[in-house]
């Protein structure tokens, strides 16, 4: 299961992990957030140890959303060593998450 970020823990999950992390920036009321959903839940098994896989609600979470620039949802980060390193705007099919996400590996 991908791993609920927050405000409060996404230092600690984020910015110090030592593996690759993605993250989808997601809504409750957002249509192209649902589709994603289920990519991001198979993604969360599939790199299981290998890379980080998470999701931050913007509405609870605004203070990350705001520090990222995000504007539209769902947006995925890709992260390694703390930094932004790519990120995919938009729903999109699971290869493109799959390819980013096996290009920081």
Known sequence: MAL???DANFEELVVKSDK????????VWCGP????A???????????GKAVIG???????PNVAMKYG???IPTVLFVKGGQVVDKQIGAAP???FTA???AIL
């Open 20 to 27: 690759p992390v993605m993250i989808d920036f997601w809504a």
């Open 100 to 102: 980013k996400l096996d």
């Open 33 to 36: 957030c649902r589709m994603i």
């Open 55 to 61: 999701k931050v609600d913007v509405d609870s979470n």
């Open 70 to 72: 995000i504007r539209n």
């Open 4 to 6: 609920e970020i927050t």
């Open 94 to 96: 699971k290869a493109a």
């Open 38 to 48: 289920p990519i991001v839940e198979e993604m969360a098994h599939e790199y299981e």
